[in-house]
Nanobody
Framework: QVHLVESGGGLVQAGASLRLSCTAS????????MGWFRQAPGKEREFVAA????????YYADSVKGRFTISRDNAKNTVYLQMNSLKPEDTAVYYC????????????????WGQGTQVTVSS
């Protein structure tokens, strides 16, 4: 079992930056691919970014490529999502998730989920 807790969400204006953090406890953090997903009201949960066990490879949704950066610190059992140039359409609840599937990008690839943190971007 892996327990994930997100933090760092908030209300910001368009163009601002936020950094989300997700701290894991339980099984060995470095064994897992870590991902970020988001869900806006009335929409399905969508993939945002993922990072491999070592951090050597990262994956991004086209909508955030060039603006968001995912990283991890295995010594701290923490994965981060640096979000720059935020737009109102980035408003959503952001979820951290853990997977054993290489290159995981699909919702069903992830077995463990955090409770989510709200990000609201005003125009």
């Amino acid at each position: 079992q892996v327990h994930l807790v997100e933090s760092g969400g908030g209300l910001v204006q368009a163009g601002a930056s936020l950094r989300l953090s997700c701290t894991a406890s339980g099984r060995t953090f470095s064994n897992y691919v870590m991902g970020w997903f988001r869900q806006a009201p009335g929409k399905e949960r969508e993939f945002v970014a993922a990072i491999t066990w070592s951090g050597a490879r990262t994956y991004y949704a086209d909508s955030v490529k060039g603006r968001f950066t995912i990283s991890r610190d295995n010594a701290k059992n923490t994965v981060y999502l640096q979000m720059n140039s935020l737009k109102p359409e980035d408003t959503a609840v952001y979820y951290c998730a853990a997977s054993v599937v290489p290159g995981a990008k699909r919702f069903d690839d992830y077995a463990y989920w955090g409770q989510g943190t709200q990000v609201t971007v005003s125009s």
